[in-house]
């Protein structure tokens, strides 16, 4: 299995005329995603590595399923929104430094329509071996059974390095984005794990800014028996410095690191503190 | 983006919502004559003024004069005060808290109230969750006012005084909006024995969303929030926070460096910064990144750590080897074009790591001289 | 029976706290209409002619459900929108001037929760003898069998008092409302009266602008079999100009009384010349 | 609340939507230089301003001025041009339209799009339907950019061309949304090869919603929409609208008074205005009504026509007999306090008939001096 793609996930790229969607519309392809069409307003009937560019999603002729977007921030809500309206599922939103206020409109209407949306600020999702919807380097990532999920790009790259060396190969790796708002959350991946056969551990990549780790803490805790281990990044970071991430902030005391390792510590997850940590610490619950 | 409290409050009365009468000054003298009693507030952008001492009261000219003086040779929390805000002390009758907020896992934005107004307001839900009230909003069905005024009857308001309040949350909602804040709040909004002030005003915009406000951006840029190192990283396009050790650290992705500041701290070392170049750094990003770093006074050795992903460990080695900092390096270095990279620095007389623990602690014995 | 309000209906009074509302509860409550409570924020905890004030629909404990709205312009969109948040049907809007773009919020709310609105700037709606939610004379009204529907005011009470004197008592009287955004339509209302067994003939009072008429006339010749007779206001104002109510103008050549009256003959409709002649017509065809 | 030109281009201007460069003049010698060829176009409140000649063009600067003059004595429909708008005058490749407007059967915003533009837009939908798109707006979702991109394809756009459409339709929302418009529209929207240009621009702002668009409000109340008489009936909060007659109409209710129009015109007559005192009306109120109708010029005799319901003919009755207007009146009246109406005015010399029919006729005779 796998969660949310894999190889019977039909892909368009939204802004796919662009650098960044040029160039990784080419790794994806090269990877074997299966990628049908790119949507481009004004570039209608151009083409793209031999891929066919529309005007708007309706123009598609294919059966597609899915979409990515490389579109620049500005106009990445009116993307989003057309993904969310034709239906498409998931919505991986590449974009980074989409308002907040923009994002909140996104995910309202995903949720009214019960699409699962990943990002913004993503560097997606990777099932190896089946598909890579994402900016990820594929190198790194290998077929296997953990499931890895993340707020970070590089440090995810890093970890799941060390898992592939280490024999470990990944079911799916979900970027969730390093915005504030972003669309799934650690739990909703959670969930999305529990259910899929080939997952048999988890590793959760977490940082400080808001409480999306401690949510899944006690979600883990509560209802999740796969063997998890987690990483948080940010131990050090000051209070009410955005680290990077927009999202990685610690404000009025909350979404600090102590916090987010307490949490989980109860949840029963063993946090790791260094990103080598994490292969060691999942063999020996695994 | 943080405004100052004067700009918040111009916004704030510009959408109706009343503000005490205030004159901002940079200099004592520019107060010719004013209403005392007068407030007299430091204008900075850290939280934690009053207690600083940043805000003083005064019952005549004089007496406004001397302390505008005092405010202004200040430092707050290492910013120094150069604008002073004068307003007429208010007879304050009872103190509310109004807010609106981002809430990041409901995914909406929240608008906040409470009885107890004038104190952090996350310390009062804590020790009296009664005294606060919280509504998500819909994007689809925005805040319907009779939601507000349900809210204010909650938190104790009737008569003339609840519709004033909701008349205020309607518009705080709109600047919230227009303004695509994060934050917006009014603590203390005070009942007065004219009707209600809003004592003190905060408005924090999204940065991302300054391309919609333009006026704001132009300010932004030269905002005190960010020391000048961080403002030219900002010119650079580059991720930058200024910290307090002796370390500086460059890496690729926010996650991952992150990762090594903690690992500096976990084995006794200090950061002196954040800087993040990035996913496909070029050399020239390499260059601008050493360049930000050394400037900081105090930097005794830097800390670069790269997994190559997009980004090519070749194109890092040249940057480093192009600039040649005389602060001394450590580099870790791994992932795409590895080897390339590493030879180019080898060549050039720097030792790399393979490992982030072992980089972080040769960067540590650098900065301690060895 | 009788439609939209009778016996049963329980009404609140949004604004009753004002000059007009005030005075016309009284009216209404004279007439025998169970007005349960009264809702003006800022004024809970008064009373106006013995009924209860509440700041919010919220606090009223009675049962409830239907609302009429006094409310000020500015303020009587957040009426409305209270009134539709909590099911109360019908929701009657008597309030003038209210900006078009407010209306087609309330219009979409209403729709999507199936409330019936009546307004806004209309006299409101009576059953005679059973309820009335509205500010018309209620003397001109008499209970019987002519459904009576208008975009007026005034004619309205002029062609109801000709009825009622010549014998021909209504089962209900329905203003639609002079604005060019309002709830209920024509067609709205005569499919009402058609499944009324009360009702055995309608009359129709329109007026220039918009085009309720000339839909009214297609429902009618293909799906209405009840016998309607129509008078239509205007036939002799000048194009551009609002003739006292703000849906009253002909633009761009549409909404003139010769189109809705040639329309209304298409549907076999009959259309009096004067007001005095609606009741001829009518005793014509029943 | 009909905008000139000139100030609607000045707001979709300021929403990004490009206008093409212009001056306003109200007298020739304003202007001092410009880029010919130019457009010289009149600015007054009516439809048909091209083919009643209020639009020139110009070469030169000597050539403007002296069409500038020639439009300045001009009188368009009834009203006098009072400016002029100088504008560069474009090389258009192609004219597009675009609108959004209130749709009352739909209850809905409505954004229509064609690819032929310049003419009357309801001409071209009922000529070639499929030349004309349209979409209605769910307020709860709002205007989705790829429904514009779609209908931009509908008639016949790509490329650039239609992104730039896109962008414009994107804006002139905003700017209909923004003012409580009823109707916000550039026809035509030119292509040029410098890009998209709005030649002309409507907005047509909805009055009942001027409270909260005050700078506009204050302009209304001033409007050559209105005549002198109008405007005076405004301030009075009477319904008042000027017709070509010879015989003053006053009643209660709108729908009444148009009735009585179309009652004197069945008859032979012909109404000088429309008066509506509204509902409930004071002695006061009917005296404003009556100084009002006898300030316009030819008005030959009064018809009054009362429903009494909330209205009691007592009061009509008694602010007739107030003011005793020198121009022979026909009074009916029924309904509340009726008895009491018509004997106030047998008393005073009155005479009042039972039916709007009587009445008319009466009031038509007395017109032609009978």
Redesign the interface.
């Known amino acids: 299995m796998a969660i949310i793609i894999d190889e019977n996930t039909k892909a368009i790229v939204q802004g796919i005329t662009g650098g960044q969607g040029r160039f990784h519309t080419k790794a994806m392809k090269d990877y074997g995603t299966n990628i049908v069409a790119g949507v481009t307003p004004g570039k209608g009937g151009n083409s793209v590595e031999d891929i066919p560019v529309y005007d708007s999603i309706s123009e598609v002729p294919n059966d597609i399923n899915a979409s990515i977007i490389f579109v620049p921030a500005p106009f990445a809500k009116d993307a989003a929104l057309e993904a969310i309206d034709f239906g498409l599922n998931p919505v991986v939103i590449i974009t980074e430094r989409i308002p907040i206020h923009d994002s909140i409109q996104i995910m309202k209407k995903a949720e009214s329509k019960g699409i699962d949306v990943i990002g913004p600020n993503t560097p997606g999702i990777i099932s190896p071996e089946k598909s890579k919807m994402g900016v990820m380097p594929s190198h790194v990532f290998s077929q296997g059974s953990v499931g890895l999920i993340s707020r970070s790009g590089t440090l995810t790259y890093e970890i799941a390095n060390n898992l592939s060396r280490a024999g470990l190969g990944q079911s799916t790796t979900v970027g969730l984005g390093g915005d504030p708002v972003v669309g799934l959350s650690f739990v909703d991946v959670l969930k999305k794990f529990d259910k899929d056969d080939q997952t048999k551990a988890v590793v959760l990549v977490g940082e400080i800014g808001g409480n999306a780790e401690e949510t899944a803490a006690k979600f883990i805790k509560d209802s999740f028996s796969k063997p998890v281990v987690a990483y948080i990044a940010g131990r050090t970071a000051p209070p009410g410095k955005r680290m990077g991430h927009a999202g990685a902030i610690v404000s009025g005391g909350m979404g600090t690191a102590d916090s987010k390792i307490a949490a989980l510590g109860e949840g029963g997850v063993d946090v790791a503190e260094l990103p080598s940590d994490v292969v060691r610490l999942l063999k020996e619950k695994m | 983006m943080k405004l100052h409290e004067y700009k918040a409050k111009e916004i704030f009365s510009n959408y109706g919502i009343p503000v005490p009468s205030g004159i901002l000054v940079k200099d004592p003298n520019e107060l010719k004559e004013f209403k005392f009693p007068a407030v007299l507030k430091s204008q900075v952008l850290v ?1 934690g003024r009053g207690k600083a001492g940043g805000i003083k009261f005064a019952d005549n000219l004089d007496e406004a004069k001397e302390k505008i003086d005092e405010l202004l040779k200040m430092e707050i929390k290492g910013l120094p005060v150069k604008l002073v805000l004068v307003e007429a002390k208010a007879e304050i009758l009872k103190e509310l808290y109004v807010g609106f907020v ?1 809430d ?2 409901a ?3 929240v608008l906040i109230m409470s009885s107890e107004g004038g104190v ?1 307001i ?1 310390e009062v839900a804590q020790r009296s969750p009664d005294k606060v009230v919280k509504f998500q909003i ?4 925005g805040l ?3 939601k507000i ?2 809210l204010a ?1 909650k938190i104790g308001l ?3 005084e ?2 004033s309040v ?1 008349g205020v949350v309607n518009r705080l909602n709109k600047v919230f ?1 227009d303004y ?1 804040a ?1 934050l917006a709040e009014i603590n203390p909004l005070a009942v007065t024995p004219e009707g209600l002030l809003g004592v003190d005003a905060k408005l924090l915009v ?4 300054l ?2 406000h333009k006026d704001l951006a132009k300010e932004f840029a030269k905002s005190e929030e960010f020391t000048d190192i961080e403002k030219r990283a900002k010119d650079a396009g580059l ?1 930058y ?1 200024e ?2 050790g002796d370390i500086g650290v460059i ?9 090594s ?6 084995y006794g070392g200090a ?1 002196a910064n ?1 800087l ?1 170049v990035g ?1 496909g750094a070029t050399k020239e990003n390499m260059r601008s990144a050493l360049e930000l770093v050394v400037q900081k006074e105090g930097v005794k050795s830097i800390f670069i750590n790269i ?5 090519r460990c070749d194109e890092i080695a040249k940057g480093i080897v192009d600039f040649a900092p005389k602060t001394p390096i450590s580099v870790r270095m ?3 074009n590895e080897e390339e990279g590493k030879q180019i620095l080898r060549d050039n007389g720097y030792s790399v790591s393979e ?3 072992e980089s972080a602690k040769e960067a540590i014995e650098l900065a301690r001289g060895g």
Chains 1, 3 share one sequence.
């Open positions: 939280g981002v990041r896992t995914k909406r934005n952090n996350e819909d994007p689809s069905e319907p006012t009779h005024t349900n009857k009737k008569g003339k609840m519709v909701v909006s695509d994060e999204d940065d991302n969303s391309y919609r991720s926070v910290l307090e890496g690729c992705g926010a996650g991952l460096v992150m990762a500041l903690d690992t500096l701290k976990l950061a954040f993040d996913g997994f190559g992903g997009i980004t791994m992932g795409t490992t982030i623990e």
